[in-house]
């Protein structure tokens, strides 16, 4: 009977250490599956009625639901009850801890698109200056409104932070590596525009890229400044003019035509990341070049251009090995899985051409790369038709 007592013991307690709270990121950075943000959201709500002065607890509830929210879009309902619960959960932590770094942010964050709640933003800040938290959003602020110093200074700090792992910047730095002089490139998200713009910084490289973010473009003010360093004219649709799906698809039209057809000499590029965006209206015209595609409206050579970007542009001893750990290291697998369709690619010349010890490196780092991430069966049975 004590045997049994001691193992109900340690499954009570492997239970209950099972149930504590843990970090919540924001979906940009990590993502997991919605029971699992319910259960977070249950125990932080539960720190929460403990104590109501705690700021970590309120802003990992608050994370948790709006990871709900964003990750509900195919349920209009869910999104609706998550949408009302984090206002509400926003309200609440600055009627209780107004001071605190983590209700500014909170507020900021759960209305980032209002400019009036920018001074809760710098309020988190000036609260807490050494919160890494504030890093990213004010390096956007300030690159929205084309304050370039201040935009280097933040954008120099989240590179110092650590808040993500390198092997993501070694993607942001090969990126740009395989762009044309003075070129054009679309990003889709928060990270894949973040990441290259903080190396564009940190590591002074390839300042001569523009990068544009497929929704910080549609703000007005910021697309009219952008614009006008492109010389490009100005459309005649304004976001804040916007009322539905079909005048926000037309704006997004308007936008990219208007760079596309009048971006003079400047080569266009769209990051693999965002090129599901392009695909309707440019599918014809973008050729994959390694980590993006390029715009063009006569055939190019792409192959040539692949092949010159992996074997001299790209730093690509980082995808063999690793030697360091970060809790996000899940994103660098997620950035590393858009090597795999310009090296399938490379990897059938490098056979044809009869050039098979650069074919088999290539085979094992498509291996590596795949190896613990969705594509890996993909990636396994395709190579396996191969020679």
């Known amino acids: 009977m004590k045997i ?56 990992n509830y608050y994370a948790a639901n709006r990871a709900l929210r964003n990750i509900s879009h195919d349920d209009s309902l869910a999104r609706d009850k998550y949408q009302k619960l984090t206002a509400q959960i ?15 942010h909170i507020v900021w964050w759960d209305g980032w698109s209002d400019q009036t709640k920018l001074k809760y933003l710098k309020k988190a800040y000036e609260i807490n200056p050494l919160d890494t938290r ?19 200074k933040f954008a120099l700090m989240v590179y110092q932070a650590n808040d993500m792992p390198g092997g993501t910047y070694n993607w942001a730095y090969n990126l740009l ?34 990068v544009i973010n497929t929704s910080l473009i549609l703000l007005d003010d910021y697309r009219e400044k952008i614009f006008n360093q492109l010389n490009i004219a100005p459309i005649d649709l304004k976001f804040a003019d916007v009322k539905t799906k079909a005048g926000y698809d037309a704006l997004n039209k308007k936008i ?25 209206d440019y599918s014809d015209q973008l050729y994959l070049t390694g980590l993006a595609y390029k715009y063009a409206l006569e055939s190019i050579d792409n ?18 090995e690793q030697f360091s750990f970060h809790p996000l290291d899940k994103k660098t697998k997620q950035f590393n899985a858009f090597y795999l369709p310009a090296f399938m690619k490379l990897y059938c010349h490098y056979y044809e051409s009869e ?30 038709e191969k020679p």
């Open 4 to 59: 049994i007592g001691i193992i109900v013991g340690l499954i009570i307690s492997l239970s209950c250490s099972a149930q504590k709270p843990q970090k919540v990121y924001s979906i940009t950075k990590e993502i997991n599956e919605v029971s699992w943000y319910q259960t977070q959201s249950d125990l932080w709500e539960k720190e929460i009625k403990k104590n109501k002065k705690n700021g970590e607890a309120w802003y």
């Open 90 to 104: 926003a309200i609440d932590v600055y009627q209780t801890i107004p001071n605190s770094f983590e209700a500014n």
């Open 134 to 152: 504030t890093y990213g959003d004010l390096m956007t602020h300030y690159a929205v409104q084309c304050n370039q110093p201040e935009f280097e």
């Open 177 to 210: 590596a395989g762009l044309d002089e003075n070129a054009i490139v679309f990003s889709a998200g928060d990270n894949d525009t973040f990441l290259p713009w903080v190396i564009q910084v940190a590591k002074e490289h390839r300042k001569d890229v523009t």
């Open 256 to 280: 990219r035509q208007a760079i596309f057809e009048k971006h003079g000499e400047r080569p266009i590029y769209v990051s693999g990341t965002a090129i599901q965006q392009f695909e309707d």
């Open 303 to 320: 192959l040539a251009i692949i092949k010159r970007n992996v074997e001299k542009r790209y730093l690509l001893d980082g995808l063999l």
């Open 355 to 384: 050039e098979l010890l650069k074919a088999e490196q290539l085979r094992k780092l498509m291996i590596t790369i795949a190896k613990g991430t969705e594509q890996e069966s993909e990636i396994e049975a395709w190579l396996n």
